[in-house]
T-cell receptor, first 113, second 114 residues
Framework: KNEVEQSPQNLTAQEGEFITINCSYS?????LHWLQQHPGGGIVSLFM???GKKKHGRLIATINIQEKHSSLHITASHPRDSAVYIC???????????????FGKGTHLIIQP | DTEVTQTPKHLVMGMTNKKSLKCEQH?????MYWYKQKAKKPPELMFV???????INESVPSRFSPECPNSSLLNLHLHALQPEDSALYLC?????????????FGSGTQLSVL
């Protein structure tokens, strides 16, 4: 079973700072997801990566398959970015079926005004 | 429509009650998931349905009974729950045939068992 480690566990930063959250995993994967969860429960899928880099607004996600590592970056951070950011990996593909994800423990991010 | 809708949003039940959680999506996704999340912990996979068939059961106690009556609907039937089953129950969906596809989550049902 894959082991997914995130760092840091908690991060407090000032508005405008550049934020980096890291994720490493132990077993080869077919895809890695970055998820955002605000207080109250709802989870939003930010990115799904299998290689390279993706950008959406102020968010950038990168993955290095050889090193089994991914990073999520937030540029010009804002208090509304305060949330828990979760890395999750999907290991294999069951040939047309569907399987679940293995989740990291999450990074609790607070952006102060 | 890119929503996964879960009802109810909150549920309080006694240990002898029978209740059901409902999840609905109209994105044509053929994979649907139930996750359980305790406070300050990551979600834990409970069940996966693929093309309306149960494909993964992560050793979930039988007091939780999933049902997928059609491709848009996923239910979780609850019976004789324990207080430790109190948690946020999240439903998600994705395309089943893609090697890797994005997950769409509902906002969850916050369950309290008294």
């Amino acid at each position: 079973k894959n082991e997914v480690e995130q760092s840091p566990q908690n991060l407090t930063a000032q508005e405008g700072e550049f934020i980096t959250i890291n994720c490493s995993y132990s077993v080869g994967i077919s895809a890695l997801h970055w998820l955002q969860q605000h207080p109250g429960g709802g989870i939003v899928s930010l990115f799904m990566l299998s290689s390279g880099k993706k950008k959406h607004g102020r968010l950038i996600a990168t993955i290095n398959i050889q090193e089994k590592h991914s990073s999520l970056h937030i540029t010009a951070s804002h208090p509304r970015d305060s949330a828990v950011y979760i890395c999750a990996v999907r290991e294999g593909w069951t040939g047309g079926g569907a399987d679940g994800l293995t989740f990291g423990k999450g990074t609790h991010l607070i952006i102060q005004p | 429509d890119t929503e996964v809708t879960q009802t109810p949003k909150h549920l309080v039940m006694g240990m002898t009650n029978k209740k059901s959680l409902k999840c609905e999506q109209h994105m044509g996704h053929r994979a649907m998931y139930w996750y359980k999340q305790k406070a300050k912990k990551p979600p834990e996979l409970m069940f996966v349905y693929s093309y309306e068939k149960l494909s993964i059961n992560e050793s979930v106690p039988s007091r939780f009974s999933p049902e997928c009556p059609n491709s848009s609907l996923l239910n979780l039937h609850l019976h004789a729950l324990q207080p430790e089953d109190s948690a946020l129950y999240l439903c998600a969906s994705s395309q089943a045939q893609a090697m890797a596809s994005k997950l769409f989550f509902g906002s969850g049902t916050q369950l309290s068992v008294l």
